[in-house]
């Protein structure tokens, strides 16, 4: 990275605040639109009050789905409709003018609303800690620590590959129904419908090696088990391998995609 | 009246028309409803491999109301939403400008301009789920049952589609707030689990505030002999109630349009 993307960068994340505060409400819409994780805690709920559902009680669903409710708020990406938009209208030649890459720009604007999505987040949390109380969350110290560093791989990693499905657009007019194919097989395998363990056993398998668990499913894990030294190795090797991996893939795709980029419009 | 339903035709026959032309969408189309249908039944399954029955439905009749979401979507997509996308950019652009001086009420313009005849694949899936849901309880639905299940989704689409257009009314005040339906539909995605599984706050927003539950829940019952009168009742005219309401919000909206354009 050159000292003059880094330089830019401060008022790239300013830009994106002043966006974010200029389109609140919109902004407010979509947050509220993540709704199916309320969902299924009511569902898991009440099906839970009777007898725990295969080892999870009521206590747990809360912690999960809200746990789930937190990452999701805090990692979602919209960078795949922004760039496609982008590529079928043709203002992307504009972007490619530019000497700093999309791929920092388009991140810089997802950083900075950030603060805005905590809004929604931060309380959830707190609900979280008060309703569940701290039996069903996590005491070890190192885990607690390692929350954090644990959201940012799985930020990275759903903002690559949504970065590398924009991309894709340079190559396909269809792409947003490939959209909603990533979207199924994401809350399918990614633990956000349903917690990984409860899935059938072959679903779970396939989940355990695909990118859609570390997006998700790993911070979760980390904020509501108590993992033994070998799960907690996995989850973060795994997550730093698909990091890796996506960042490679969604610049691959980036730069593949704009040699053969002809602008629309004018 | 006659004059819209024979406009309404003619955008109906060139919607096939153009469907027709692209015959391969067809199997995208078949091919995406199946796996959406196979998502939409994993949690059930997983549900009732643990548990023979919840909140009184067990898994035939659970069945029947996701059979009905399905029903209930299928018609909102393949006739309303189509035309739906295009009205907020308009608002936006000016161009709404012209739908206004068509000479045909400007409601039935936004609500049936195109369609999207290959969402009868998931209609016709919704049927098939419900013929196998019967054939896993092991008798069929008696007739009246079948009658006032019939009458009660097409009560349960107007009420969804009462729902829609207040989405479309607010985006006249406030430009900009086409997500509002990606709301309306994750909303309307809880209408796939029977409502008598939630419980307190989510069972009340579920029956009176966003009534999902006159959307699904009900018509199933309906179809399974189990809704008592004065439920179907209340069912019907709530649907009408909301749908008098958007039309009303609807007249409102159109008075304070103030174009964009020029």
């Known amino acids: 990275m050159s000292s003059r993307t880094l330089r830019a960068i401060p008022t790239l994340l300013r830009i994106g605040v002043a966006e974010t505060v200029a389109y609140r409400a919109e902004f407010l819409v979509w947050i509220l639109t993540t709704t199916l994780p309320l969902v299924m805690l009511g569902l898991w709920t009440s099906v839970a009050e009777e007898a725990p559902f295969r080892g999870y009680t009521g206590a747990d669903f809360i912690a999960y789905y809200l746990a789930t409710l937190i990452v999701r708020n805090l ?13 079928r209208l043709g203002s992307m030649s504009m972007r490619l003018l530019r000497p700093i890459h999309p791929f920092i720009v388009f991140g810089a604007s997802h950083v ?22 701290a039996s069903t969350l996590t005491h070890d110290p190192l885990q607690l620590a390692l929350i954090v560093p644990s959201i940012i791989l799985a930020w990275i990693i759903t903002f690559s590959l949504m970065f590398a499905l924009g991309s894709l657009a340079f190559f396909i007019t269809k792409s947003m129904a490939l959209l909603n194919i990533y979207f199924g097989l994401f809350s399918l395998l990614s633990g956000y419908l349903l917690p990984l363990p409860l899935m059938p056993d072959w679903i779970a398998t396939i ?21 033994d030294a070998g799960d907690l190795t996995e989850l973060l090797v795994g997550q730093t391998a698909w990091c890796v991996a996506c960042l490679a893939l969604a610049l691959w795709v980036w730069n593949e995609g704009v040699r053969r980029f002809e602008a629309v419009g004018g | 009246m006659m004059h819209a339903l024979r406009v309404m035709g003619v955008q109906l026959r060139i919607s096939a028309a153009a469907a027709m032309a692209y015959r391969a969408d067809f199997l995208i189309e078949g091919a995406m409803s199946a796996a959406w249908l196979a998502l939409t039944l994993l949690p059930l399954i997983v549900l009732y491999r643990g548990r ?11 069945l029947i ?6 029903a209930v979507r299928a018609i909102l997509e393949g006739v309303v939403s189509p035309s739906f996308v295009d009205l907020v950019e308009r608002i ?36 098939a789920l419900a013929s196998y849901a019967f054939w896993l309880r092991g008798s069929g639905p008696a007739a009246a049952d079948v009658g006032l299940g019939l009458l009660l989704l097409v009560t349960g689409v107007l009420a969804m589609y009462a729902l829609w257009i207040l ?48 959307m699904t829940t009900y ?16 069912t019907i005219g709530g649907s009408l109630v909301l749908l008098v309401i958007s039309r009303g919000v609807w007249k409102l909206a159109i008075r304070s349009y103030t174009s964009a354009s020029s």
């Open chain 2, 65 to 70: 109301v996701i059979a009905y979401f399905m």
């Open chain 1, 112 to 133: 900075a609303a950030i603060p805005f999505r905590s809004l929604v987040a931060v309380p959830i949390a707190v609900i979280l800690l008060v309703s569940s109380g």
């Open chain 1, 75 to 87: 990692t979602g990406s919209w960078v795949a409709w922004q760039i496609s938009e982008e590529i």
């Open chain 2, 219 to 234: 018509p199933a019952m309906a179809l399974l002999g189990r809704l008592d009168r004065d439920t179907a009742l209340a």
């Open chain 1, 207 to 227: 989940a355990r090696w695909a990118p859609f668990r570390f997006m998700l499913s790993a911070p979760v894990e980390l904020m509501t088990r108590n993992l």
């Open chain 2, 52 to 62: 023979a029955t919840v909140a009184g439905w067990d898994e035939s009749s659970a």
């Open chain 2, 167 to 214: 989405c479309a009314a607010a985006s006249f005040w406030v430009v900009r707030l086409d997500n509002l339906t990606y709301l309306l539909g994750a909303i309307f995605d809880t209408a796939r689990w029977p409502v008598q599984i939630f419980r307190g706050a989510w069972r009340f927003v579920f029956t009176f505030v966003i009534p999902v539950a006159v």
């Open chain 2, 92 to 127: 936006r652009s000016g161009a709404f400008d012209y739908v206004l001086l068509k000479p045909v009420d400007a409601q039935v313009l936004i609500s049936a301009s195109a369609f999207e005849p290959w969402k009868i694949i998931d209609l016709l899936g919704a049927i």
